[in-house]
């Protein structure tokens, strides 16, 4: 079974520039997350998609952050204009149990792009 | 709220010895608790998990049982491999089906 893919692995650019990161998640799975860990932390929720529809983008910078998954499968997190404290890596994840009530929280995850701005 | 509390690493060991990373955690209800795990230039993924109270997770030589009493999660492993080193992250899933993240405890493992 093929895995989560995310795509660029690296990318860097000037602050005020833009990026796009682009996540394709395992098949079936209805749940997309994004996220944003930087170095010495834990991971920090961006946005939960099911589907095509978004449940959480409580921590989502809207000013500048934005996503979506049209279709309900691939997706894609713009940052427009960056800044120095995007830096970071961006890890997506999917899972397939999010909305039927179990609770499980087995996501499975991508290698992450990660995004320099200098 | 909910929250994940793990200790700080960074933890470095000889290889052959004995690994615990606490964790605790402060929830309300009956949260699912896990342990994630990050290797060099690789993805997370889930290294073991627990449900309920008394249950034990185990995976690839790793342990940890789900302790009510303490509020505990502590991941244990026997004898740690070089293959070990990586960054281990504490979880828990509330009634809302969100993940709490720890902030991951670093660990080494020397020849």
């Known amino acids: 079974e093929a895995g989560v893919a995310q795509s660029p692995r690296y990318k860097i650019i000037e602050k005020r520039q833009s990026v796009a990161f682009w996540c394709n998640p395992i098949?079936?799975?209805?749940?997309l997350y994004w996220y944003q860990q930087i170095l010495g932390q834990g991971p920090k929720l961006l946005i939960q998609?099911?589907?095509?529809?978004?449940?959480?983008d409580s921590q989502l910078p809207k000013d500048r952050f934005s996503a979506e998954r049209l279709k309900g499968v691939d997706s894609t997190l713009k940052i427009q204009p960056a800044k120095l404290e995007d830096s970071a890596v961006y890890l997506c994840?999917?899972?397939?149990?999010?909305?039927?009530?179990?609770?499980?929280?087995?996501?499975?995850f991508g290698e992450g792009s990660r995004l320099t701005v200098l | 709220g909910n929250s994940v509390t793990q200790m700080e690493g960074p933890v470095t060991l000889s290889e052959e010895a004995f690994l615990t990373i606490n964790c605790t955690y402060t929830?309300?209800?009956?949260?699912?608790l896990f342990w994630y795990v990050q290797y060099p230039g690789e993805g997370l993924q889930l290294l073991l998990k627990?449900?309920?109270a008394d249950d034990k997770g185990s995976n690839k030589g790793f342990e940890a049982t789900y302790r009510k009493e303490t509020t505990s999660f502590h991941l244990e492993k026997g004898s740690v491999q070089v293959s070990d080193s990586a960054v281990y992250f504490c979880?828990?899933?509330?009634?809302?089906?969100?993940?709490?993240w720890g902030l991951g405890t670093s660990l080494a493992v020397n020849p």
């Open positions: 994840a999917s899972s397939s149990s999010a909305g039927t009530g179990k609770n499980t929280g087995e996501l499975f």
């Open positions: 098949s079936g799975h209805a749940t």
């Open positions: 998609f099911q589907n095509n529809g978004v449940v959480d």
């Open positions: 929830a309300t209800g009956y949260p699912s």
């Open positions: 627990a449900t309920k």
């Open positions: 979880a828990l899933a509330g009634n809302n089906r969100k993940l709490i």
